[in-house]
């Protein structure tokens, strides 16, 4: 009489969802399937989204062995994989520039990758081989502590709706290029970046995060942009550099904005310096209406969070500004610098007392003690 005990069920599961348990595991694991049953036998070998990490690989305390061990693990999965790739990441503390790394982006840029995601260890920064400007399938790019150097020939990622760049080392004119060259993109990340000049032509972005030290930002075609997050890093070079462009700074970055729907700025200074002081002084009550075009009106824009305030007079005007163009406001939250151990009541005050061109408009004084 046959038992429960006597069916292998494992090997009766569906060909979907033995795929879904695989895609679930890390791939160490998945590739251990194979002792489950004749039917799980190389069956990771046609996985399509491939995550490699630190865990692709026993750790021991030599790092040079893990590395090996890694290197190994990656080789040989790749050497036996068949079909097509949609993902591929890897993220390693232990791997740095090596032609093996270059041989299996060559190799996935033939599988027609549409993720790619590259993050590696702590030395010197990876050299991003020519291959991965030929992956022309790619919606998705992530690169973190990367040199960029795009061939001559390259005529940008015609089907990438996301670009996240941290830490990249890359020219000027190619990042903008590279940007411009996208016709589909949707989202934008840069963070850590140094002293760039910064125009933005991306007729299709709708979210944009920038972090890092930014000299001049343009967002020159935009039109269809709803989130804007800024982080400036600003040391008295640059503090000076925004001082002396002023006049026309601000219209190039939110000037151009129509549908933005959500604002987030960070703005704190690296050192003390004289500029700061400077901009104590008292602007002239059209300061903002100056750096904006006359017709410079908010109308979707229901979310601002602004942090590190240090309520000074141009901030202050700025934030008035905000206030008195966006009908459509709901919530401002306003977080003061931890440096400001004064003036916080003065700056509460002037915030409330502010003109309102939502009548819904909401106001958070975020006090966070030093």
């Excluded at 097509?84 to 599988?111: E, T």
């Amino acid at each position: 009489m046959e038992t429960d005990y006597d069916h292998d069920l494992i090997s009766e599961l569906p060909q979907s969802i033995i795929e879904t348990i695989l895609t679930k595991l890390p791939i160490r694991d998945a590739v251990r399937t194979s002792i489950l049953s004749t039917r799980w036998r190389y069956k990771w070998a046609s996985l399509t989204h491939l995550v490699f990490d630190d865990r692709s690989a026993t750790h021991y305390n030599d790092r040079i062995d893990v590395q090996d061990r890694i290197v190994n693990f990656i080789t040989k999965f790749l050497f036996l994989h068949e079909g097509p790739i949609h993902k591929f990441s890897l993220c390693s503390s232990y791997l740095q520039s090596s032609p093996d790394i270059d041989q299996w982006l060559l190799f996935i840029s033939r599988k027609g990758v549409k993720e790619l995601i590259l993050e590696l260890g702590e030395g010197e920064w990876f050299r991003a081989p020519s291959s991965v400007f030929s992956c022309k399938n790619l919606s998705r790019l992530e690169l973190v502590r990367c040199e960029l150097d795009p061939p001559p020939n390259f005529r940008g990622f015609l089907c990438l709706k996301y670009l996240n760049l941290q830490q990249v080392l890359i020219p000027p004119d190619d990042i903008e290029c590279l940007i411009s060259s996208c016709p589909l993109l949707e989202s934008l990340t840069l963070s850590y970046f140094d002293s760039l000049e910064l125009t933005v032509r991306a007729p299709n972005l709708k979210y944009l995060i920038l972090e890092g030290e930014f000299k001049d930002l343009c967002l020159a075609s935009t039109p269809n942009l709803v989130a804007i997050s800024v982080a400036m890093y600003m040391t008295d070079d640059i503090a000076e550099h925004f001082e002396q462009i002023s006049s026309c700074n601000f219209d190039k970055l939110l000037g151009g904005v129509p549908k933005l729907e959500r604002l987030i700025g960070h703005i704190y200074f690296t050192k003390g310096s004289s500029n700061t002081s400077a901009a104590t002084q008292t602007p002239d009550s059209q300061f903002w209406d100056d750096k904006f075009s006359t017709d410079c009106t908010f109308h979707q824009l229901k979310t601002v969070k602004l942090t590190d305030v240090s309520g000074v007079p141009h901030e202050m005007k700025f934030i008035e500004y905000l206030l008195g163009r966006s009908p459509c406001l709901e919530e401002m939250s306003v977080t003061p610098s931890l440096y400001v151990t004064e003036g916080r009541l003065n700056m509460l005050i002037d915030l409330v007392s502010f003109r309102r061109a939502s009548p819904q408009a909401s106001i958070k004084f975020i006090h966070e003690p030093a």
